[in-house]
């Protein structure tokens, strides 16, 4: 979910409404929301705005007991939230030094550094805009045991979409997601 911090009209819960319910619609099931934290110029200078927004939209994405996490990086989490940390939430961090293939970061977690509250990544990107056979695409690396990979792997069938799942490694986050200034 890439929200609008700064909307006038809708509050962080309103927007995970508006989002939930069009997936709903389109029948897909939602496991996990993972929210982007980037562009500071995005949103408000005050952190504890920001944190508020954010824990706004984690009550009610725990209303449909939906896995939370969040996408960012040191330097912009710092700077949106003056470095908050946080509780049952996952981390998907970037960490590519520009667009295209030539600005990769190594396709692993070895350039992690713990931020926040957290201590180990559930994704990484490792490049952004990058035209893979005509497609431009982000690539990401997922945190998952072989078990997990396996049983998500796709089958032909006609239920409804599930999206949210790869990265959970077959457990949920127990508790209350939440922002701490």
Not at 39 to 60: A, C, M, Q
Not at 133 to 143: A, H, L, P
Request: glycine share 8%; hydrophobic share 35%.
């Amino acid at each position: 979910m890439t929200p609008q911090p700064t909307s006038k009209s809708k509050t962080g819960a309103k927007q995970f409404d508006e989002m939930y319910e069009k997936l709903q619609n389109a029948n897909i099931d939602l496991r996990t929301l993972w929210v982007q934290v980037t562009s500071p110029r995005d949103w408000s200078s005050s952190s504890g705005t920001n944190v508020e927004f954010l824990n706004s939209i984690f009550g009610r994405a725990l209303e449909h007991g939906l896995t939370i996490g969040i996408y960012t990086n040191e330097e912009e989490w710092n700077e949106i939230t003056d470095s908050a940390t946080t509780k049952n939430v996952k981390l998907w961090y970037w960490s590519a030094r520009g667009c295209g293939a030539v600005n990769e970061s190594p396709p692993n977690f070895d350039d992690f550094q713990p931020f926040a509250s957290w201590t180990s990544p559930s994704v990484k990107q490792f490049a952004k805009f990058e035209n893979i056979c005509g497609v431009m695409v982000n690539r990401n690396i997922y945190s998952t045991s072989l078990a997990a990979a396996i049983a998500t792997a796709s089958e032909e069938k006609c239920e409804p979409i599930i999206v949210g799942g790869v990265g959970l490694g077959g457990a949920v986050i127990v508790g209350k997601p939440e922002i701490i200034p």
